[in-house]
């Protein structure tokens, strides 16, 4: 049995299809089987189980947040009113956070890594990536990838995160090359790495890919957060899915980005709160860089899941159009995370595509209570997420 969504009064597509106004959508078990204008349907002969009309609504792909730190407890927001009044952001505070995370239990960090996700479902978000990097220990990091395994596909590790309080960097990562890796690595997809002043090196962090590599994960890097510095050169060399944060970035980067298929990840929440310069987004896509936009959700850099809000700010600080930055925060994501490839199996997964509203992709739908998506950015800040649904199926709706 199939799903009828009507009263669309523009479905943003994110292909090539483009915008499609008075659109209606098809779906079949939990994949668009068809997208068109309403007017199209008479040529179908098909028999719908279920007819939602969405009431003149706007619908895009559901954001596909490919950059959060979900797993964590505690709060920064004594550090976070220093910051505000002029003190610096250093990668430090993470001991603040670990120290919480691994006094939290599983069934705490359970409890808390739930409630995030129905707040992400909430913003419009059908789709996220998550991390450890803040147990820090084999323990901690192993309970991290486990409780964050029970709500995605794709689970980062980041023991590589900071070198714990009272540790030898060296030693440190030893352990996580070693015995951490192989604890997480049955609970994992990828691996990460701060490659940052304050926490590991260019060297170290080669170290850490390498051996996630050799473990069979894909590779993500944080990098180019507080100054330039060697991330994305690393990222590129290494063949990186991502390469995220992205905010100090010479000629040389750009021209490295632009020629690979390591996605550039902005995160416009976190700039904004580490009162970091904003990440040269719109030099990146004119570059020829794919950019993907994330909510960086974590204690200490970015306590927001809100992609509406970095969508926001894309367009009206970044000089991103609306479709842009729709793009980057739905296929942008996917590519990020290597989710964007349209066909069963055609990455070899079996798993349809995330971040597009094609036949074929998965049915992850963000209905935006206006019948026009440039109210993201035109009216921002006021309520915009209507409705969302992942596989066909509702997660969350507004109230009336
Ligand atoms: O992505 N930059 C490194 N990691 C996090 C922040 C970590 C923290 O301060 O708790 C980030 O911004």
Redesign the pocket.
């Known amino acids: 049995m199939s799903t009828l969504f009507t009263g669309i009064s523009e479905l943003r597509t994110v292909s090539k299809r483009g915008t499609i106004k008075d659109a209606a959508i098809v779906v079949e078990d939990g994949q668009i089987s068809w997208v068109g204008p309403q007017s199209g349907l008479v040529e179908l002969d098909a028999d719908f189980g279920e007819i939602i009309d969405l009431g003149g609504r706007a619908v895009l792909p559901g954001w596909v947040d490919s ?1 959060t ?1 979900m797993v964590f407890d505690g709060d920064r927001s004594e550090e976070f009113e220093a910051r505000m009044a002029g003190q610096d952001y250093a ?1 430090g ?2 001991a603040v ?1 670990m120290e919480a995370t691994r006094q939290a239990g599983t069934n705490r960090l359970e409890q808390l890594v739930r409630q995030r996700v129905q707040a992400a479902h909430a913003g419009g978000t059908t789709h996220f990536e998550t991390k450890t990097g803040y147990g820090l220990s084999v323990d901690s990091e192993l309970e991290s990838a486990k409780v964050a395994k029970q709500f995605t596909d794709d689970v980062t590790f980041l023991g590589a ?1 900071l070198v714990p309080p009272g540790s030898d960097a060296e030693q440190y990562v030893e352990e996580v090359v070693g015995p951490m890796l192989d604890a997480v690595a049955p609970h994992v997809d990828w691996i990460d790495v ?1 490659c ?1 002043r304050g926490a590991f090196n260019e060297e170290q962090s080669r170290r850490v890919l390498a051996a996630g590599k050799a473990a069979g994960l894909g590779l993500r890097v ?1 990098g180019n ?1 507080l100054g330039e510095g060697p991330g994305v050169a690393l990222a590129v060399e290494m063949g990186a899915a991502s390469v ?2 992205v905010n100090y970035l010479s000629g040389g980067d750009v021209a490295l980005l632009a020629g690979s298929d390591t996605v550039a990840t902005i ?1 416009p929440a ?1 700039d904004l709160s580490t009162r970091q310069p904003l990440a040269p987004a719109r030099q990146l896509l004119d570059a020829g860089a794919t950019v993907a936009i994330a909510s ?1 959700l ?5 306590y927001t899941s809100s992609m509406n809000y970095c969508v926001t700010t894309a367009v009206l600080q970044q000089q991103l159009t609306l479709d842009e930055a729709i793009a980057a925060a739905t296929a942008g994501g996917a590519k990020a995370l290597r989710r964007h490839d349209v066909g069963l199996g055609k990455d070899g997964s079996g798993r349809p595509a995330k971040g597009t509203l094609v036949p074929g992709a998965a049915a992850d739908l963000h209905v935006l209570d206006t019948a026009n998506a440039i109210d993201l950015a035109y009216r921002p800040g006021m309520p915009m997420t209507y409705a969302t649904y992942v596989g066909g199926k509702k997660v969350f709706q507004a109230r009336e």
């Open positions: 950059h730190h990668a505070g993470i956070t995160h701060f940052e944080h957060q995220d944060h995160l976190c960086n974590n204690p200490g850099t970015s």
